[in-house]
C-alpha cells in the first residue's frame, strides 16, 4: 500500500532556531517528492520538488534532502521565522498512472513562537 | 503565485440545503482537480478531471458531483448537506502534457463548509 508518514506531528521551536521534519515513503514506482507548506486555511504551496536522481534542493531557508534508496526525506528550515508557523506536507507522486496520482502525508504542524 | 480561485472560503448551512463550491483556474490547466481536508489529517482525493466532459471519482468516497463544462471552471455540488459533510474542500490543477513538469499540482485556498 502507497503511504506517506510524517515525523513529528506537531513541533514548537523559538524564532531564530532550525528543525528538521521528517518524511518516509513507500510509494511504488517513484516519480518525485515535494513538501509543501500550507498556512492555516489556505491551501498548499509547494517549497522544494525533487526527483529519484535528486538529493537535495534549496528554496532560500528551505532545504530538502532525498534518500530514494531509503525511501526518506527531510526538510530543514534554516533561521525561522514567525512566519514560517504552518503545516509542512510531504506529498509523493508515483510514475504508474497517467493522473501523476499523489499520496500525501498528514503533516508536520510547525508553531514557531518569539 | 497560482491562479486558481475558489469561492465561497467559508459557508456555514443548515442540514438538507443544496450547495455549489465554485474553483476557476486562469492557466488553462487540463486536469482539476478536489479534495477534502479534515483537521490534521491528510488531503483525500474526492473527485478529478482530465479536461471537458471529463469526470472522475477519487479515492475517497464522496456523495458529492461535479462538471467540467469548461476547461477553467470545475464546480463541486452537495445536493443535501449534511453534518458529516462538513470539512475543508481543496481545489487543484495541473497541467495534462508529459512533458509539464513533474506534475506540479497548483491549489487554490479552500473553502471551509460547516453544516448545522
Known amino acids: 500500500k502507497n503511504q506517506v508518514e510524517q515525523s513529528p506531528q506537531s513541533l514548537i521551536i523559538l524564532e531564530g532556531k532550525n528543525c528538521t521534519l521528517q518524511?518516509?515513503?513507500?510509494?511504488?514506482?517513484?516519480?518525485?517528492l515535494r513538501w509543501y507548506k500550507q498556512d492555516t486555511g489556505r491551501g498548499p504551496v509547494s517549497l522544494t520538488i525533487?526527483?529519484?536522481?535528486?538529493n537535495t534542493k534549496s528554496n532560500g531557508r528551505y532545504t530538502a534532502t532525498l534518500d530514494a534508496d531509503t525511501k526518506q526525506s527531510s526538510l530543514h528550515i534554516t533561521a525561522s521565522q514567525l512566519s514560517d508557523s504552518a503545516s509542512y506536507i510531504c506529498?509523493?507522486?508515483?510514475?504508474?498512472?497517467?493522473?501523476?496520482?499523489?499520496?500525501f502525508g498528514r503533516g508536520t504542524q510547525l508553531t514557531v513562537w518569539p | 503565485e497560482a491562479d486558481i480561485y475558489q469561492t465561497p472560503r467559508y459557508l456555514v448551512i443548515g442540514t438538507g440545503k443544496k450547495i455549489t463550491l465554485e474553483c476557476s483556474q486562469t492557466?488553462?490547466?487540463?486536469?482539476m482537480y478536489w479534495y477534502q481536508q479534515d483537521p490534521g489529517m491528510e488531503l483525500h482525493l474526492i473527485h478529478y478531471?482530465?479536461?471537458?466532459?471529463?469526470?472522475e471519482k477519487g479515492d475517497l468516497s464522496s456523495e458529492s458531483t461535479v462538471s467540467r463544462i469548461r476547461t477553467e471552471h470545475f464546480p463541486l455540488t452537495l445536493e443535501s448537506a449534511r453534518p458529516s459533510h462538513t470539512s475543508q474542500y481543496l481545489c487543484?490543477?495541473?497541467?495534462?502534457?508529459?512533458?509539464?513538469?513533474?506534475?506540479?499540482?497548483?491549489f487554490g485556498p479552500g473553502t471551509r463548509l460547516t453544516v448545522l
Open positions: 487543484a490543477s495541473s497541467e495534462s502534457s508529459s512533458g509539464s513538469y513533474l506534475n506540479e499540482q497548483f
Open positions: 506529498v509523493v507522486s508515483d510514475r504508474g498512472s497517467t493522473l501523476g496520482r499523489l499520496y
Open positions: 518524511c518516509n515513503y513507500t510509494v511504488s514506482p517513484f516519480s518525485n
Open positions: 525533487m526527483t529519484f536522481s535528486e
Open positions: 492557466m488553462g490547466h487540463d486536469k
Open positions: 478531471s482530465y479536461g471537458v466532459n471529463s469526470t
